[in-house]
């Protein structure tokens, strides 16, 4: 099964600051990675999708990017309904696996 | 509008069993998989397995295989997530989730709002 490892666990970032999260896969993955949002007691909701394309709806400050192992997420501005948690997803394969998640709080 | 509406919470003592809901409407139910994903109490997201309610081709999780038995009606556009035997362990949310159907896998695009099982004596 492929395992995806996800970084940083947390942060604390400030309302403007660029943020970038990472996902590392263990094997080739080409570009089946997608990135969701999660805030206390709701789904996830889906952002990126094939690495970088952006789910509709999804603001543009939102940024995806990476193929192959590596991918990253990027805020590019923080704004303060981005403070939630962060899950990368491969779906190049069953079975699908989640990455640990990353909890983006208010420094 | 396209949503996927799951069952209320379920609250089951240990050794009971259990079978929650997913209902998808506002698409074709029959040509999209239905994945169900579970979140421990404080914890991240957990594939469980997937179903294709057109042809009810499954697959499962290494992690879930024999743990838990997912299906569908496609009768009635309802996919299901069921324990014969519950455990205090199988305490969490449940979702279930939208995912395309192709020559590839997709991502998850519709997500239901979550089915909170708590098993406990």
């Known amino acids: 099964a492929i395992r995806i490892t996800q970084s940083p666990s947390s942060l604390s970032a400030s309302t403007g600051d660029r943020v970038t999260i990472t996902c590392r896969a263990s094997q080739g993955i080409s570009s089946y990675l997608a990135w969701y949002q999660q805030k206390p007691g709701k789904a996830p909701k889906l952002l990126i999708y094939?690495?970088?394309t952006l789910q509709s709806g999804v603001p543009s400050r939102f940024s995806g990017s990476g193929s192959g192992t590596d991918f990253t997420l990027t805020i590019s501005c923080l704004q303060s309904e981005d403070f939630a948690t962060y899950y990368c997803q491969q779906y190049y394969s069953y079975p699908v696996a989640f990455g640990q998640g990353t909890k983006v709080e208010i420094k | 509008e396209v949503q996927l509406v799951q069952s209320g919470a379920e609250v089951k003592k240990p050794g009971e069993s259990l079978k929650i809901s997913c209902k998808g409407s506002?698409?074709?139910?029959?040509?999209?998989?239905i994945g169900w994903v579970r979140q421990m109490p404080g914890k991240g997201l957990e594939w469980m397995g997937i179903i294709y309610p057109g042809d009810s081709d499954t697959r499962y999780s290494p992690s879930f295989q024999g743990q838990v038995t997912i299906s569908a009606d496609k009768s009635i556009s309802t996919a299901y997530l069921q324990w014969s035997s519950l455990k205090a362990s199988d305490t969490a949310m449940y979702y279930c989730?939208?995912?395309?159907?192709?020559?590839?896998?997709?991502?998850?695009?519709?997500w239901g709002q979550g089915t909170m099982v708590t098993v406990s004596s």
């Open positions: 506002g698409y074709s139910f029959t040509s999209y998989w």
């Open positions: 989730a939208r995912q395309n159907y192709g020559d590839q896998l997709y991502a998850f695009d519709i």
């Open positions: 094939a690495a970088s």
